[in-house]
Structures are given as C-alpha cells and as structure tokens.
C-alpha cells in the first residue's frame, strides 16, 4: 500500500512547490507593480503642481492686465462724466453705513461727552447715517457683566424643565425673526402658564424684538413691564433676573427714563452685592443723570474690591479729569486703557488720556491719539471727533469758495462793522449778556461769549439785543439752520490761552469774523497751521481738528463765530442729524 501510494504523494508534494512557486512570483510582481503605480502618482502630483503653479501665476498675470485695463477704461469714465454726474456719484459714495442699533449710542455716551464738548439731546436716529467712534455699545451691552469665563446662563427653573419642548418651539420662532409669531406663541404659554418665568421672558424679548422692528416706543414700553414682571415671579433662577433687568434698565435708558434705569439697576446691586459688574454698570446709571458724586462712590467700592477692574479705573479716572484733578486721572485712565477689559477700549478714554496728558505738557499724548486712531476710534491723529458722519471732506483750514457759501461770507464780511458796533454796545451796556466759557478749555485768562443761536434753535431774547445782526443772519439757513453749531460774539481778554482741543463732530465747518483784533499777540493754530485774525476778514476751519487759541495783545479781541453745516451732506443728513 506504502509503495501504491508514495508515487502520488511525490506528484502531491511537487505539485504544492510548483503552487508556491508561482504564489512567490505573483507576490513579487504586485510589489513590482505598487512601486511603478507610487512612482507614477509621485511624479503625476509633480507635474500637476508645476501646472497649477503656472495656471496661478498665469491668472495672476491677466488679473493684474484686467485691473490696468479696468484702471485705464475707469480713468476714460470718469473723465467723461459731467459735473453734475460727478455731483451726484459724490453724494453716493458720502452716504455712510447705517447705525444697525440704536442703542449703540446710549445717552451715556451722550452725558460723558458733555462734561467738555456740547451734546446731542437725543441718540442718533438711523436715518442719519452717522456713525461714532467707537461704535458706542449701550451700558448694559458692552461686556462689562463678562469679566469672568463665560458660562451659558441658568434660565428654566424645575417647572420650567417640564415644558421646555413648547418654550423650545416658541423660541425657535423668535431667532428666526418670526417675531408676531413668537410672540403669539409666549403669550399662549404665559395664558396656560401664568407663573413660567421663562415664558414670561420669552414673551418680553417678543416685545421688545417687534418694537424694534416697529419702532414702536409703545411697545417697548410694553417690553419694559413684562421683563418688571419676570422677576415678580417665583422660583425665578438667579441667571435669569439679572438677565431680565439689565434688559429692562437698558431699555429704559434707550428711551431716555435714566432715573427709572437708575433704580432697576439699584434692584440689580441689591440683589447681587458681590457682582462687581453690575456695580460698574450702577455707575454708569449714576454717569447717566448727571451724579458724579454717586458715580465715583460707586467705582471706589468696585476698586476696592476689584483693584484692576479695568472698566471702573477709566471711568473713575474720568470723573477725576471732570474734577479738574488733571494729573490724577491720569494713571486710572492709562491703566484702565491698558487692562483691555471689556468696555474700555472707547475713543472718549483714549480722548480724555490724551487731553490730560497734553495739559501737564507730556508729550505722550500723542501716543494714546494714535492709538485711538489705529483702533478706529479718530479719523486722524489731528482730527479727534467723535460724531461723524464717514466720507466727509477733512482739512483743517477752508476758503470760502471750497465751502461754497461764498454769499454768507461776502455779507459778513460786507456788513462787519454793523455786527461789530452791536457786539460792542452789548458789552458796553449789557456787560453780563457775555457769560464765560464754561467747557474748562482755558488754562488762565478770561474769556466770554454771547450766544444768539444754538443747536439751530434762536436766542430770541439775545437777538433783541443785536436785531440787525439776527436778521442779517436769518436768510442762510446753512448756519441758523446747523443743530450741530451756534452763532455768537466771542470776546477774550489779554493773558488768555485756550488749551489745545478738538470740537465733537465732523458735520460743521467754523467761521471766525475779525471784529476789533489787536495788531499783535493774537493766534489760532488748526492742526499744525497758525493764523492770525484780521478786521472784516473771514476765517474758515474745521475745528474738529485739534486747534488752540493765545491772546497775548495788550487789549481785548473780539470776533463773530458762525458755524455751518459741513457742505457735503445731504439735505436727509441736515434733516436728520440730531443736534449738538
């Protein structure tokens, strides 16, 4: 049987050597194969990265053929165009970006500037294009509550937890702008629900999102007692009251209850005494109505317990430079500045730091100015306003002719001696009529004004005193008209110097009118340029650019000032732009 089979088996065996003989070559040719197919691959990804270098730099090539071509072919439009078109496309290109919202520019804002420039009475409007830098956030919404890690608020309480999908559903409606629609929806759960505080919040924000779109002050207000009730209610998580009032008090100061915002946010304090934050924003509610005193009470309570609270030193250095404490505003504000806390980071800081530091003859100043500028908040380091409207012309010093209000000028200049004979009699009979500069601009000396128009609206009991002057004046609307200026007789006595300083906005232009100007000793430097006053002879600047005054003559100086709308904005902009 051994021998039958061994001859089979021997077939068997070499029959298995010949199969893995063959399994070995099969092994080597696919590894053959793999390394031909990488090798292939690597050099066709070579060559499809030399291709699309090429193709780049081709492309690169015809863009920069296309933008000649472009520049050439626009070059030839625009010299084709015709005055008027030019006009026109110049109107277009001034237009400015719409203040998205409204209390970005919270009366705040408003009240800080007061302390050195004039203000606006109320916040911009949307429709007048302006835009100020910083873009303002309201007190409530600038961050301030953030300081520590942010963690997502706590808002249902145990009840609230069981009704989530329908709160969940009547949300979803209200972040996709259906607002009637979620606010339906609140007020069908606040009806099934009366103690669901969620709803109730729900229903609040609603309101307030159709106020907006409205412009509804009614519903706001609506807005404004529904986010009161939220916190009325039991079991309201903590998260959830402070998120409600915060609202509420900025809503009350959007529309101008800065005593009821006051008191929301004395609620907010009381109840949550260790939140430094809403302290911070407790002083700005006290910054609002005008209560320094309070205010820097507030911001001492906050450093003591915070000592680098960013926010509370450059608001606290800021009521300190209100003070007239100079050289001790200056740390808090260059500290606060440097801390980059939520909130500081606001052109009126840099402005105030700068302006102290130029007071005591330090040179840095111009360094936080051009920090403010490269941050945004300036036009320029020269011109330093805070209410503008982009696109404006900007040079210091304009001829009537660029102004294009050659006849205003002409009849100021023509009838010189009449107003200048008026002025006179005013400060010879009236002498109190002529009240001081009451901006803290002079650092010594005497100076005085009397004022027959303001913010566009007319002195009636000044311009008795002056008729023939206010009726001169009444046929140019460009000035009588500017809500942004004034029109008044401007004396300044010998030994006077006017600190260097910048007007709040853009939107006007300065005409200085020589009256009875001494041969020597008087100057006005704009920027970096310096004039002198001459008798009947107009001056025009821009004094939102830096500018400075001296009067070193033996005698007084009496000029006219008139203040006109900057000439290119629009008639919707002069309509439009709140006054100042």
Same mark, same amino acid.
């Given at each position: 049987?051994?021998?039958?089979?061994?001859?089979?088996?021997?077939?068997?065996?070499?029959?298995?050597?010949?199969?893995?003989?063959?399994?070995? *070559?099969?092994?080597?040719?696919?590894?053959?194969?793999?390394?031909?197919?990488?090798?292939?691959?690597?050099?066709?990804?070579?060559?499809? +990265?030399?291709?699309?270098?090429?193709?780049?730099?081709?492309?690169?090539?015809?863009?920069?053929?296309?933008?000649?071509?472009?520049?050439?072919?626009?070059?030839?439009?625009?010299?084709?165009?015709?005055?008027?078109?030019?006009?026109?496309?110049?109107?277009?290109?001034?237009?400015?970006?719409?203040?998205?919202?409204?209390?970005?520019?919270?009366?705040?804002? #408003?009240?800080?500037?007061?302390?050195?420039?004039?203000?606006?009475?109320?916040?911009?409007?949307?429709?007048?294009?302006?835009?100020? !830098?910083?873009?303002?956030?309201?007190?409530?919404?600038?961050?301030?509550?953030?300081?520590?890690?942010?963690?997502?608020?706590?808002?249902?309480?145990?009840?609230?937890?069981?009704?989530?999908?329908?709160?969940?559903?009547?949300?979803?409606?209200?972040?996709?702008?259906?607002?009637?629609?979620?606010?339906?929806?609140?007020?069908?759960?606040?009806?099934?629900?009366?103690?669901?505080?969620?709803?109730?919040?729900?229903?609040?924000?609603?309101?307030?999102?159709?106020?907006?779109? #409205?412009?509804?002050?009614? $519903?706001? !207000?609506?807005?404004?007692?529904?986010?009161?009730? +939220?916190?009325?209610?039991?079991?309201?998580?903590?998260?959830?009251?402070?998120?409600?009032?915060?609202?509420?008090?900025?809503?009350?100061?959007?529309?101008?209850? $800065?005593?009821?915002?006051?008191?929301?946010?004395?609620?907010?304090?009381?109840?949550?005494?260790?939140?430094?934050?809403?302290?911070?924003?407790?002083?700005?509610?006290?910054?609002?109505?005008?209560?320094?005193?309070?205010?820097?009470?507030?911001?001492?309570?906050?450093?003591?317990?915070?000592?680098?609270?960013?926010?509370?030193?450059?608001?606290?250095?800021?009521?300190?430079?209100?003070?007239?404490?100079?050289?001790?505003?200056?740390?808090?504000?260059?500290?606060?500045?440097?801390?980059?806390?939520?909130?500081?980071? *606001?052109?009126?800081?840099?402005?105030?730091?700068? *302006?102290?530091?130029?007071?005591?003859?330090?040179?840095?100043?111009?360094?936080?100015?051009?920090?403010?500028?490269?941050?945004?908040?300036?036009?320029?380091?020269?011109?330093?306003?805070?209410?503008?409207?982009?696109?404006?012309?900007?040079?210091?010093?304009?001829?009537?002719?660029?102004?294009?209000?050659?006849?205003?000028?002409?009849?100021?200049?023509?009838?010189?001696?009449?107003?200048? *004979?008026?002025?006179?009699?005013? #400060?010879?009979?009236?002498?109190?009529?002529?009240?001081?500069?009451?901006?803290?601009?002079?650092?010594?000396?005497?100076?005085?004004?009397?004022?027959?128009?303001?913010?566009?609206?007319?002195?009636?009991?000044?311009?008795?005193?002056?008729?023939?002057?206010?009726?001169?004046?009444?046929?140019?609307?460009?000035?009588?008209?500017?809500?942004?200026? !004034?029109?008044?007789?401007?004396? #300044?006595?010998?030994?006077?110097?006017?600190?260097?300083?910048?007007?709040?906005?853009?939107?006007?232009?300065? $005409?200085?009118?020589?009256?009875?100007?001494?041969?020597?000793?008087?100057?006005?430097?704009?920027?970096?340029?310096?004039?002198?006053?001459?008798?009947?002879?107009?001056?025009?600047?821009?004094?939102?650019?830096?500018?400075?005054?001296?009067?070193?003559?033996?005698?007084?100086?009496?000029?006219?000032?008139?203040?006109?709308?900057?000439?290119?904005?629009?008639?919707?902009?002069?309509?439009?732009?709140?006054?100042?």
């Amino acid at each position: 049987v051994k021998e039958a089979l061994k001859e089979p088996l021997k077939k068997l065996r070499e029959k298995q050597e010949s199969k893995k003989e063959e399994l070995k *070559d099969e092994e080597s040719k696919k590894k053959a194969r793999k390394g031909k197919d990488a090798a292939d691959r690597k050099d066709k990804k070579a060559g499809d +990265v030399d291709k699309l270098k090429k193709d780049s730099d081709k492309a690169k090539k015809d863009r920069g053929k296309e933008k000649g071509l472009d520049r050439n072919v626009k070059s030839k439009e625009t010299a084709k165009k015709s005055a008027s078109e030019k006009d026109i496309q110049a109107g277009k290109d001034k237009e400015t970006k719409k203040v998205t919202s409204r209390a970005k520019n919270s009366a705040y804002f #408003m009240h800080v500037w007061e302390m050195w420039q004039s203000v606006p009475a109320q916040p911009p409007p949307p429709e007048s294009e302006e835009t100020i !830098q910083p873009a303002e956030k309201s007190f409530v919404e600038s961050g301030k509550a953030f300081y520590k890690p942010w963690k997502k608020p706590k808002l249902l309480n145990k009840f609230d937890k069981t009704i989530k999908a329908e709160l969940d559903a009547a949300e979803k409606l209200r972040k996709k702008g259906k607002v009637e629609e979620a606010l339906r929806a609140f007020e069908a759960l606040v009806n099934q629900y009366p103690q669901s505080p969620r709803a109730r919040y729900g229903k609040a924000q609603s309101e307030d999102d159709l106020a907006e779109k #409205m412009r509804s002050n009614e $519903m706001l !207000q609506k807005a404004i007692n529904t986010y009161d009730e +939220v916190v009325s209610l039991p079991n309201v998580p903590s998260d959830l009251i402070k998120l409600s009032l915060k609202r509420e008090a900025d809503r009350q100061q959007f529309l101008g209850r $800065m005593r009821g915002s006051l008191l929301t946010l004395q609620k907010l304090v009381q109840l949550f005494p260790s939140d430094t934050s809403l302290k911070n924003d407790l002083g700005v509610g006290y910054l609002l109505i005008g209560d320094n005193s309070n205010a820097k009470k507030v911001y001492e309570e906050v450093l003591s317990l915070a000592p680098d609270d960013g926010f509370a030193k450059v608001h606290y250095g800021f009521i300190l430079k209100a003070e007239n404490k100079i050289a001790e505003s200056i740390p808090y504000l260059k500290e606060g500045l440097e801390s980059g806390d939520p909130g500081t980071d *606001d052109g009126r800081f840099y402005f105030h730091l700068g *302006d102290a530091l130029q007071r005591i003859g330090d040179k840095e100043a111009y360094k936080w100015y051009e920090l403010g500028y490269q941050r945004g908040h300036f036009a320029s380091v020269w011109q330093r306003s805070l209410y503008n409207v982009k696109g404006l012309k900007a040079q210091p010093w304009w001829t009537a002719k660029e102004t294009g209000y050659t006849e205003l000028v002409k009849s100021l200049e023509k009838n010189w001696k009449l107003i200048r *004979d008026e002025g006179l009699a005013v #400060m010879d009979k009236k002498r109190s009529l002529f009240l001081p500069e009451d901006e803290n601009l002079r650092e010594k000396g005497d100076w005085s004004q009397f004022t027959l128009w303001q913010q566009g609206r007319k002195n009636e009991n000044a311009c008795k005193s002056v008729p023939k002057t206010c009726a001169l004046l009444e046929r140019f609307p460009e000035a009588t008209g500017c809500r942004r200026g !004034q029109i008044k007789y401007s004396v #300044m006595h010998p030994g006077t110097h006017v600190w260097p300083h910048t007007g709040p906005t853009n939107c006007r232009l300065r $005409m200085h009118l020589g009256l009875v100007i001494p041969k020597e000793g008087c100057r006005i430097r704009c920027a970096q340029d310096n004039r002198t006053w001459e008798e009947g002879k107009v001056l025009i600047f821009d004094d939102s650019f830096e500018h400075e005054v001296w009067q070193d003559a033996e005698s007084s100086r009496l000029i006219f000032i008139v203040d006109v709308w900057h000439p290119e904005l629009t008639a919707q902009q002069r309509r439009t732009l709140p006054a100042i």
